[in-house]
């Protein structure tokens, strides 16, 4: 059996680096994709079967050209991971429109360009997992929210719709919910100063979506929920 390999867009120190560690553990050839690659080589203990590459998810022509290298250079991905997005915070009485549109484009369009380009790739083989991430602002929005509530909104309404074309024709497409804050040290300092602890590691929730790539088709999930264990919902 040839090497997996996964690509990972939106690869950075929390959530985007944890999967891509879990992947490469797993023995797959990692593909780590952001838009500026340099933070990421301060990182440590990469594994050694992952290699970066920068693209801009929300540029048609880059992702084109990201997924037509992997091809050509590596092989067929057997499952992408959409993991990029950006976010402002303002009221909706203080937004720029072209905030609202950056975000969108990112988060919603990019997943979009990364599904596409992945699909085309996989549907020929008649197998592959896609997973994208959505939040708690997939299934509500909330003041203040308007430029992740958005996107994400989007986002979901396009796994949806992937799923239902692409699960026949033997692609597993798969929505994660992360209705919780990631585990960061920046999150840590401040809810330790608020005497909070509900915080989700990165490398738990990695765990959760290389299960879903191992599913057996005869019982694929679609749309999964995380949550810290002391999260009220």
Same mark, same amino acid.
């Given at each position: ?19 891509? #560690? =879990?992947?490469? #553990? ?16 301060? %990182? ?44 402002? =915070? ?9 905030? %609202? ?18 699909? #085309?790739?996989?549907?020929? =083989? $008649? ?11 997939? %299934? ?13 909104? $989007?986002?979901?309404? %396009? ?26 040290? =920046?999150? #840590?300092?401040?809810?330790?100063e608020r005497g909070e602890a509900s915080l989700l590691p990165p490398d738990e929730i990695a765990e959760a979506y290389f299960q879903l790539h191992r599913q057996n088709r ?16």
């Amino acid at each position: 059996m040839s090497q997996e390999i996964a690509v990972i867009a939106g690869v950075g120190p929390g959530l985007g680096w944890a999967l891509a #560690r =879990r992947f490469a #553990r797993a023995g797959m050839r990692v593909v780590a994709v952001a838009r500026h690659t340099g933070k990421l080589k301060r %990182l440590a203990d990469a594994p050694s079967d992952l290699e970066l590459r920068q693209c801009d998810v929300a540029e048609p022509v880059e992702v084109g050209e990201l997924f037509a290298r992997v091809a050509k250079e590596i092989g067929v991905p057997s499952v992408a991971v959409f993991n990029a997005g950006a976010y402002e =915070r303002g009221s909706v009485l203080d937004l720029a429109p072209e905030a %609202l549109e950056r975000c969108w484009r990112i988060g919603c369009f990019g997943g979009f360009l990364f599904g596409q380009a992945a699909a #085309r790739l996989m549907v020929p =083989r $008649g197998t592959g997992t896609l997973l994208f991430t959505g939040a708690t602002a997939s %299934l509500r929005g909330g003041a203040g929210f308007i430029n992740l509530a958005v996107p994400k909104f $989007g986002l979901r309404a %396009l796994a949806q719709s992937m799923a239902r074309e692409l699960g026949p024709r033997g692609v597993h497409v798969a929505h994660v919910i992360i209705d919780g804050q990631i585990e960061s040290e =920046r999150y #840590r300092d401040l809810l330790r100063e608020r005497g909070e602890a509900s915080l989700l590691p990165p490398d738990e929730i990695a765990e959760a979506y290389f299960q879903l790539h191992r599913q057996n088709r005869g019982a694929w999930t679609h749309e999964l929920d995380l949550r810290p264990w002391v999260e009220k919902f």
